[in-house]
């Protein structure tokens, strides 16, 4: 019976909606590659393809039909690189990737003011400890460290620790005064993992909530 209700809102998120999605791509310096655009879902095994679209000239357009936002997507170019994107609402979006720099530019996502609350986060709580992420990052796997080596690889991972446990308290207060939000919904979907289980309970119901015929909340989910 489980099963048979998942399928029941499975079809419903890709089949309920007469909307569309369309992208407009140009990527520099891939000519005639593959591109996939895919629904991310926690699990890897569940990815589902939105749309699988060859480029003619670094130059791709692709339709998203079925799928109601917002969700989070992957866009894969030459099967290797991939980019998340954020889609809020139906509509034309255009963008350009830079591939040497490995960067979306020119885009219309409208993720700014999410890209922006991440930013000031990511200012407040890590950039700081840059440096010493690096270094444990580096020495973790390390056997036979020195005494003072093993006294600053506790030291900087309880930094670290805190740090990370305060932007989530940051992201989580933003989440609960708006839980209807879009944008708070992506927030508190890439924070997803890093969550205790009631917190997890609490978004659950949220997405059931104020996203129930969204691909958000299957995606959130699976």
Request: glycine share 2%.
């Amino acid at each position: 019976m489980r099963n048979l209700l998942l399928l029941v809102v499975v079809c419903c998120f890709f089949s309920c909606n007469k909307e569309s999605i369309r992208i407009l791509g140009k990527i520099e310096g891939v000519g005639d590659s593959k591109i996939k655009l895919k629904l991310n879902t926690k699990s890897e095994k569940s990815k589902t393809i939105l749309s699988d679209v060859q480029l003619k000239d670094g130059v791709f357009d692709a339709f998203i039909e079925n799928v109601k936002p917002p969700f989070k997507m992957t866009l894969v170019v030459d099967a290797e690189k991939e980019y998340d994107i954020w889609i809020f609402r139906y509509g034309k979006f255009n963008f350009e990737i830079d591939k040497k720099e490995l960067v979306i530019v020119n885009n219309s996502f409208e993720n700014t003011e999410y890209d922006r609350i991440l930013r000031k986060y990511q200012k407040a709580y890590m950039d700081s400890l840059a440096e010493k992420i690096s270094w444990v990052q580096t020495h973790k796997s390390e056997e036979n460290l020195c005494e003072e080596d093993e006294g600053k690889l506790f030291k900087y991972r309880k930094e670290i620790k805190k740090a990370v446990t305060l932007r989530k308290k940051s992201i989580l207060s933003t989440y609960r005064k708006e839980p209807q939000n879009p944008i708070a919904m992506a927030l508190i979907f890439d924070e997803f993992e890093n969550l205790t289980s009631w917190q997890k309970e609490e978004c659950l119901k949220n997405a059931s909530k104020y996203f129930s015929d969204c691909a958000v909340n299957w995606q959130l989910k699976n």
